[in-house]
């Protein structure tokens, strides 16, 4: 895909969360997510394949994620499609010019 994107292909609305620790009450740590920000974007998917997690065959997919650009979007975050979720691998500025972002993303659990 090349940085000719079209407004119109920015037809999906996905939540950007973050993770964040919380303390259980006992001394530790839970993990929890948090909303950021809820953004139009182009979904496009790449690859799928298998991979063998805890004895079970589970299905995983590779998607392009192209929205316009924002700052502060990390590998470390995810996003959501409805019942969808999107661990972000990698997030790219198209072309370096602070406009779009692409975002390398897998999803879990197919």
Known sequence: MSSQIEIGDLRHRVRIERAVRL??????????WTHVADVW????????????TLDR???RATHEVWMRH????V???RLRLGTR??????VLDVEERG??????VEERDL
């Open 23 to 32: 303390p259980d009450g006992g001394g530790g740590w839970v993990m929890s």
């Open 41 to 52: 974007a182009a979904i496009w998917p790449r690859s799928t394949g298998e991979d063998l």
């Open 57 to 59: 065959v589970a299905g």
């Open 70 to 73: 924002r700052e502060g979007i």
């Open 75 to 77: 590998p470390e975050m």
């Open 85 to 90: 979720t999107f661990d972000v691998r990698g």
């Open 99 to 104: 406009r779009w972002l692409k975002c390398i």
